[in-house]
């Protein structure tokens, strides 16, 4: 169950959880940034006003700025609600397309400014929540772009229908057929791609970054993880994703900030080898992380797990009551502080589902899986509204029906907002 199931955002209306993203945001600081920018200019359309109505083009999930200009029109009670006023003197009651647009060129060159906003709801879930950010999971997700691309030819000459930032990107699956055999699936995509890492429980956004879709996703994956703030990489236990981020880089970047990497791994064993002898002693082990004794007649038998010795850095195994160490520095692709092979990394790993979840709501909810979006700085400026909405509906929530110090995932019966 997501947060906003257990906190009963889904089941609310439009308005109240417009109301609700706009009380659970910091925002005062872009704010003053933005009006200073502005200075004595013409404010037909304050900052405020912009904003909010930016937030609410993202809480009500439209495609598109005219779309949203359509609700506006149409729904007196949300232009209320966003500082719009039916009796001024202007000549457009709703502001022109071009507002918007320029309103959100202006965030994209305010961009630190504007996640500084989404880190202080990641600060405030943290003070909220005492178990977020313990177990977290990541990934990277394409946003598809269907906008005009350029020229096969290489011509330089575009319009501004053309998408000129994104890049094309091959996705490769590998899954075993009904034949038995091995099989490759190639998916191509033109457009970016969102890298995330969420916490595993609520599903919430903990850190992200916007690239162009042929980013590499463990080079920005490890960028993420060496960028979390220092609170969060205490608290953190472990980080779960899947195997497109196998690699002994990964693997080390994560260990470096004290975090338990849970990897799913790749075979790359290109020997054909099954098993592989571990230094000069009995035990073999395969690319899976499974270990075996091998007895005097040459039959295998697996050995049962014991735990992870963090003073010695090893993994512990026995065999009819002896126990054997196998050092992780061995290599520490399969050998991981938590036993490729334990209870305990299965479970641990079964979180990463989470931040699929939180890829669904992406499309689902935000609108990625059918936008209008041109442009790397747009996009990661309407990646970065979708996420401090996210977090921010939570920390509403949370502020008015959940005690400091509560976990909310543990609670029942929270009372109604106030």
Not at 48 to 61: C, E, P, Q, S
Request: hydrophobic share 35%; proline share 3%.
């Amino acid at each position: 169950m997501s947060i906003y199931e257990h906190l009963g955002i889904e089941e609310k209306g439009d308005l109240e959880r417009l109301e609700m993203a706009l009380d659970g945001m910091d925002d005062e600081a872009l704010m003053r940034k933005l009006e200073a920018r502005r200075g004595k200019g013409r404010n037909d359309y304050p900052v405020r006003v912009i904003w909010n109505l930016l937030i609410a083009m993202t809480v009500f999930g439209h495609r598109s700025i005219e779309s949203f200009r359509r609700e506006l029109w149409r729904n007196a009670q949300l232009r209320r609600t966003c500082g719009l006023c039916d009796w001024a003197r202007k000549r457009h009651m709703v502001p022109p397309a071009r507002v918007f647009s320029g309103f959100l060129r202006l965030l994209a060159e305010e961009r630190e400014e504007l996640e500084r906003v989404f880190e202080m709801t990641v600060e405030e879930l943290v003070e909220l929540l005492p178990e977020f950010g313990k177990h977290l999971a990541g990934d990277g997700k394409y946003l598809d772009s269907y906008a005009k691309r350029p020229a096969k030819d290489g011509s330089s000459e575009t319009d501004r229908r053309t998408e000129n930032d994104a890049e094309y990107s091959i996705k490769k699956y590998r899954y075993t057929g009904s034949d038995g055999k091995e099989h490759e699936k190639k998916e191509t995509h033109y457009g970016f791609k969102a890298h995330l890492i969420c916490d595993v429980p609520t599903e919430l956004p903990i850190a992200y970054d916007v690239t162009a879709g042929n980013a590499s996703e463990r080079e920005k994956m490890i960028e993420l993880v060496g960028a979390l703030p220092e609170p969060l990489a205490r608290r953190a236990e472990s980080l779960a994703l899947d195997r497109g981020y196998d690699s002994a880089g990964m693997i080390r970047a994560v260990k470096s900030r004290g975090i338990c990497p849970v990897v799913d791994i790749r075979n790359c064993w290109k020997d054909g080898e099954a098993t592989k002898q571990y230094k000069d002693t009995d035990m073999v082990y395969n690319h899976r992380g499974e270990v075996y004794i091998c007895k005097g007649n040459g039959e295998l038998a697996k050995m049962k797990y014991e735990g992870y010795d963090r003073n010695k850095n090893c993994l512990r195994y026995s065999h009819e009551g002896k126990v054997r160490k196998i050092y992780i520095s061995y290599d520490e692709r399969i050998f991981l502080p938590i036993a490729r092979d334990s209870a305990k990394f299965k479970k641990i790993y079964k979180g990463r589902t989470s931040v699929e979840r939180l890829n669904g709501r992406l499309d689902r909810d935000f609108m990625f899986e059918d936008h209008c979006i041109r442009g790397l700085d747009k996009m990661r400026t309407r990646v970065t509204l979708s996420l401090i909405t996210m977090n921010a509906l939570a920390v509403s929530k949370l502020r008015r029906g959940v005690k400091k110090g509560l976990a909310a995932m543990t609670q029942t019966g929270l009372p109604p907002a106030a």
